[in-house]
């Protein structure tokens, strides 16, 4: 689904990513871990093309995103949903409009459609009741909830999640991963940087390991964890387990 | 004593007959305010597009890098007007630019005050644009809004409020600021009260009316956007 061929990535002389290989499969869900300044969370906004590779392609359904042009990427950003670190909901909308103002502004739906699936993503996400509240009166939690409703609304191929619990207090973090589990269940392709290392475990299909912008080393969660082999990854796993 | 009040008193009434009754020289005054507002009005309008196009145009150059040209336009529009003392940039639209041309003071009036009021309103846009945290503009893009409509859904709305205060500090300033008309001989609302002085040689009663004046359109004006912000404000509250 998602074809990653030598992706190159420099902030001014320093290079974050370092040839990166990869492919992503239809309903995957990848997992990244690795530790901070690896360049996990680079390599995941290039794949929506937040960040400009410095080289290299990004093969996504036949199309390369990394030398697409803005209205080919603004295509392809609604087959690709994120999730951010901070939420980034639109803080002078209420969470209804939060939802619907992508697909209603992109005349992908009429307003009344959009509220309905609105109406319909806030059960999914267990805040049937919030639709007309502000972002402000939100916990931390149930925001990111809106924001990955926000994201659906789109009917996204892939989801693209940001350290989506970092920025929460630990009570709230396992609502967020029990609706991304959900995510999961039903199938939603998925690619993941984070430090819950409980929810690589369960939920994830692959898990990669990240250090100084390369992918070191990648299994299957069970092996990955139980039996790993890079050095680098014996070494983080022993600091977070 | 109460004959030495009742004198003062008497003589306040006599002025202000004098000052306004007589002749109608009231009419100085009211229609010097409604010169004042003409040119605020239009000046406020023709700063407000040209501040809010200058903003675009800087802060798209400043996200993206696109524009060079355009921003170096502007970043020169910015020097010169800010530069330069208001009363001597009216003086030069007046006599240099249209020094040859046959056209009504007021027009030159309201657009040299909206030139220069473009200035300060472009940079106060900008600052608001760029006030907003850049997740949100990553987010927009994200769910695959375009720049221009991230811009116009997203950014602009939250920018507009963050910068309203200033704006109507700038609009404050503004309408204090066409006291300078007089100097291209416009019978603004100041002129008028200075015309009063100059006839009845009695400065008090036309100057103070005149401060007055503007005091209690500043304080509605004020009044005004007190109760915007208040509607506003609204999903800020917790």
């Known amino acids: ?241 | 004593m109460v004959n030495k009040e009742g004198a003062f008193l008497d003589s306040l009434i006599e002025s202000f007959k004098q000052n306004f009754i007589e002749h109608d020289r009231w009419k100085y005054l009211t229609n010097g305010l409604i010169t004042t507002l003409e040119i605020t009005l239009f000046a406020v309008l023709i700063g407000f597009v040209l501040g809010f196009l200058v903003a675009i145009i800087r802060s798209t150059h400043d996200k993206t890098g696109r524009l060079k040209i355009a921003n170096i336009i502007c970043k020169i529009y910015l020097t010169v007007i800010r530069g330069t003392p208001m009363v001597v940039q009216l003086l030069i639209t007046y006599f240099v630019i249209f020094g040859s041309v046959n056209i009504d003071k007021i027009l030159v009036a309201i657009m040299a005050f909206g030139i220069n009021s473009g200035a300060y309103v472009a940079e106060i846009f900008r600052s608001g644009i760029m006030s907003v945290d850049n997740g949100q503009f990553e987010a927009g893009r994200s769910l695959g809004l375009s720049y221009r409509q991230t811009m116009l859904s997203v950014i602009l709305p939250q920018a507009f409020k963050t910068v309203l205060p200033a704006l109507a500090n700038e609009c404050i300033v503004l309408l204090k600021e066409t006291s300078v008309a007089g100097y291209i001989a416009i019978a603004d609302l100041t002129k008028g009260g200075d015309t009063i002085r100059s006839q009845t040689y009695s400065a008090f009663m036309p100057l103070i009316a005149v401060a007055l004046i503007y005091l209690v359109m500043v304080m509605i004006l004020s009044n005004l956007v007190g109760r915007l912000e208040r509607r506003l404000a609204k999903n800020d509250r917790h």
């Open chain 1, 1 to 241: 689904m998602i074809d990653i061929k030598d992706l190159c990535k420099d902030f001014g002389e320093v290079r974050v990513l370092k040839n990166i290989n990869e492919t992503i499969e239809k309903g995957e869900k990848v997992v990244i871990i690795g530790p901070s300044g690896s360049g996990k969370s680079t390599f995941l906004r290039c794949l929506n093309r937040m960040e400009t590779p410095t080289s290299g392609d990004i093969i996504f359904d036949g199309q390369n995103i990394a030398k697409a042009s803005e209205k080919e990427l603004n295509k392809v950003r609604q087959r690709m949903g994120m999730v951010f670190q901070h939420f980034n909901l639109f803080p002078n909308l209420t969470i209804k409009k939060n939802i619907t103002l992508a697909p209603v502004k992109l005349g992908l739906m009429t307003k009344e459609q959009a509220d309905e699936r609105a109406e319909e993503l806030l059960k999914i996400v267990g805040l049937p009741d919030k639709e007309d509240e502000y972002p402000a009166r939100l916990s931390g939690g149930q925001k990111q909830r809106i924001a990955i409703a926000r994201a659906l609304a789109m009917n996204p191929e892939v989801m693209l999640f940001d350290e989506p619990t970092s920025a929460l207090d630990p009570e709230m973090v396992g609502e967020v991963l029990e609706l991304m589990k959900k995510l999961a269940d039903d199938g939603m392709t998925m690619v993941v940087v984070t430090h819950e290392m409980g929810f690589a475990k369960e939920v994830a299909s692959r898990v990669l390991f990240m250090a100084d912008g390369a992918i070191l080393e990648q299994n299957e969660p069970r092996e990955f964890f139980e039996n790993p082999q890079n050095q680098r990854l014996k070494d983080f796993l022993s600091k977070v387990l």
